[in-house]
């Protein structure tokens, strides 16, 4: 079993920055994958970026890249997901989630832990 913990949600105006956080508990391994997913209101969850605890690969959905960068603190079982230049399309619930599997992937079901999420809304 695998617990998440999201934190650094907020409310932020265009164009601004806010660091997610996501702090793991039980077992994990440096080949397991950690995600970042988002749900709008009124819209399916989507993903966000995925990268192993090892830190070897990682993946971000085309609408966050070159804004958002995904790193993590192994020291500390944490993922960070710092976010740029936000947009107000950017506004969701944002999950960490986990598979305890090396397979890279964007799929949602392909991740059996999930975080209770983190809200962010950006402003225009």
């Known amino acids: 079993q695998v617990q998440l913990v999201e934190s650094g949600g907020g409310l932020v105006q265009t164009g601004g920055s806010l660091r997610l956080s996501c702090v793991a508990s039980g077992r994990t391994s440096s080949n397991d994958v950690v995600g970042w997913f988002r749900q709008a209101p009124g819209k399916e969850r989507e993903f966000v970026a995925a990268?192993?605890?090892?830190?070897?690969?990682?993946s971000y959905a085309d609408s966050v890249k070159g804004r958002f960068t995904f790193s993590r603190d192994n020291a500390k079982n944490t993922v960070y997901l710092q976010m740029n230049i936000l947009k107000p399309e950017d506004t969701a619930v944002y999950y960490c989630a986990a598979r305890p599997w090396p397979r890279m992937s964007s799929l949602i079901n392909d991740y059996p832990y999930w975080g209770q999420g983190t809200q962010v809304t950006v402003s225009s």
């Open positions: 990268m192993r605890w090892s830190g070897v690969g990682t």
